[in-house]
């Protein structure tokens, strides 16, 4: 990529990242959890947020929110719904504030889905919330290995369950994990989806497994760089369960979008933790490190961590000059280039493998397999027992 198209890429980029019609927030209401993963990098102190914290966040998100037009939040943790009553109380107070502002409002939940039910999953959709990220990790053997509770009980078929409880309002996006580990498995796991009775719409995200993050420079994430299969590989594998998620008529957000932009570097974008305090980029929950301010000062420029967030600059990563994905992945995720994490362990997931997907995808779409919708990046199958029906 030569110099100008560079600096249009980089504008295009920086337009995104500061732009000033919303702000986001990400509040992590606690650093506790009821699972004992295997790879979790994040601090577990069991610090909960107090309502009258939440309620100075309220009064930090209006402010804000309201003063651009448009409020999003993302609660998170540890485990959110551990603090679901604070959560639900919170969402529903930002979400009328905003409405008084004359400001709007969006917010999504990340949660291990362990304690969702479908009671609760109706009184997150009345406070504002209609979207929920649930993960599970591989087949039901590999799963229950690696996601299990404190007390070592097994999680898959409980998040089945939740999963069948959620009602149609509440959006899923169910995070696949994937590494060496669970690749055989996962297949197993698709079907297990495709059988669920569900009511809500569900996005199926592939996602690698890797360890970023100071937690996990030691214990079982240290390993995942070094024991993940080549990019190719892992692209490939990708690919492979499209072709099999489609034949089970369930859809696939593919990494194919290029207007995402990581919340660390954007302007008008923080972490909120327990206890009032700001940070900008996720790995630092519960560490000592990325503080950027607090929920009762404004954010200054005197703060250094702050200024080299806002600084940083996807195109001077040399190395990705020449990659046909660079507008799509701008060099990688920011925690890693900052912290030094070389080629080929940050790169995209497509890498070496876009000619194969598209041609995928084009060949299920043109088979009448699979409808596919370039915006979002999803690709939706159609289940044999509903192509083959007769009209």
Same mark, same amino acid.
């Given at each position: ?200 719409? &569900? ?165 009448? &397999? ?22």
């Amino acid at each position: 990529m030569g110099t100008p198209e560079l600096k249009q890429l980089k504008l295009r980029y920086d337009l995104a990242r500061f732009e000033t019609r919303r702000w986001s927030f990400t509040v992590a209401v606690n650093h506790a959890c009821n699972l004992a993963c295997t790879y979790c990098y994040e601090v577990r102190d069991r610090a909960f947020m107090s309502p009258e914290t939440a309620d100075r966040f309220v009064v930090f998100a209006a402010a804000n929110g309201g003063q651009c037009g448009f409020a999003d939040v993302v609660w998170y943790g540890g485990e959110p719904l551990l603090s679901a009553r604070l959560v639900i109380s919170t969402s529903a107070k930002l979400k009328q504030t905003l409405a008084e502002l004359g400001s709007g409002y969006a917010s999504s939940i990340i949660t291990n889905g362990t304690l969702l039910t479908g009671d609760l999953a109706e009184e997150l959709l009345a406070s504002g919330i209609s979207s929920a990220q649930i993960t599970i990790d591989g087949g039901r053997a590999d799963h229950d290995r690696r996601r299990i509770t404190s007390q070592g009980e097994r999680t898959f078929d409980l998040i089945l369950r939740a999963l069948e409880a959620v009602p149609a309002g509440l959006r899923v996006s169910l995070r696949v994990n994937m590494d060496n580990e669970n690749l055989p498995g996962l297949p197993e796991a698709l079907r297990n989806i495709a059988g669920l009775r569900l009511r809500c719409p &569900l996005v199926i995200n592939f996602s690698p497994l890797l360890p970023y993050g100071e937690g996990c420079k030691t214990g079982a994430g240290s390993s995942l760089w070094t024991s993940w299969k080549p990019l190719r590989e892992e692209g490939l594998h990708i690919a492979e369960l499209l072709r099999a998620s489609c034949s089970l008529g369930l859809a696939v957000r593919l990494p194919l979008r290029t207007d995402a932009v990581c919340a660390a570097v954007a302007r008008q974008a923080v972490l909120v933790e327990p206890d009032g305090t700001l940070k900008k980029c996720w790995t630092d929950v519960g560490a000592d490190t990325g503080t950027v301010g607090r929920i009762d000062q404004p954010l200054s420029l005197d703060n250094q961590e702050l200024v080299d967030w806002l600084a940083y600059d996807p195109t001077a990563a040399v190395e990705c000059h020449d990659c046909e994905l660079l507008p799509m992945c701008m060099a990688g995720c920011p925690w890693s280039v900052r912290n030094g994490i070389g080629l080929p362990a940050r790169c995209h997931p497509m890498k070496g493998v876009m000619t194969q997907v598209r041609e995928i995808v084009e060949k299920l779409v043109s088979e009448g &397999l699979a409808v596919f919708d370039p915006e979002s990046g999803i690709v939706q199958g159609k289940p044999a027992k509903k192509r083959n029906r007769k009209p």
